[in-house]
């Protein structure tokens, strides 16, 4: 976790609390964190998953890795402590999302078990949902959409999350879908089908 740096700061209580955001939307807010290597599907998924909230009329936000990196996050490196505050960074945003009532769909491959936990910590009980998007090695390398393996491959792309950089699979995340034989549509109503049965579509 990363230690402040600013004096002089007094973190300020809002008048309207999470709880009647909540009631005003008519749900609650949760972060889904979608985890995995790069081709597996997360993105993909998150973005059907969103699509059939919204057309359910829930408030929702995809906060997607690449998207964020020309952004937010620009200055981050694909290094490992530079992964790290990419993650951490976004861990924050995502609270002050689901603390004003959205349902928040992160894709990102956040390949180490310590980052994401720390995402957890952050938020508070009940909003952190770790969603692993396990398609094997060689089913991300045969998609391949961007090229990326193939480049790691190649060696002109250094540290490569699965090929010359880990990949820690969630050991206790709230769900796994599997991306290897299931299609986008059923993936994404597995997600919604969770969403529901824990009460987080109503208030």
Known sequence: MADQQATDVTWHEHNVTSEERQKLN?????????????????????????????DRGIHTCVLDGDNIRMGLNKNLSFAPEDRTENIRRIGEVSKL????????????????????????????????????????????????????YKKARAGEIKGFTGVDAPYEAPENGEIELDS???????????????????GYLSV
Not at 180 to 198: C, M, Q
């Open 26 to 54: 008519g749900h609650k807010g949760a972060v889904l964190w979608f985890t995995g290597l790069s081709a597996c599907g997360k993105s993909t998924v998150a973005n059907a998953v969103d699509r059939m909230l919204h």
């Open 97 to 148: 999302f689901c603390d004003a009532g959205v349902i928040v769909l992160t894709a990102f491959i956040s390949p180490y078990r310590e980052d994401r936990n720390q995402v957890r910590e952050i938020l508070s009980d009940g909003q952190f949902h770790e969603v692993y998007v396990n398609a094997s090695l060689a089913t991300c390398e045969e998609r391949d959409p961007k090229g990326l």
């Open 180 to 198: 290897d034989s299931k299609g986008i549509e059923e993936l994404a109503k597995e997600i919604v089908a969770y969403l529901e049965e824990k």
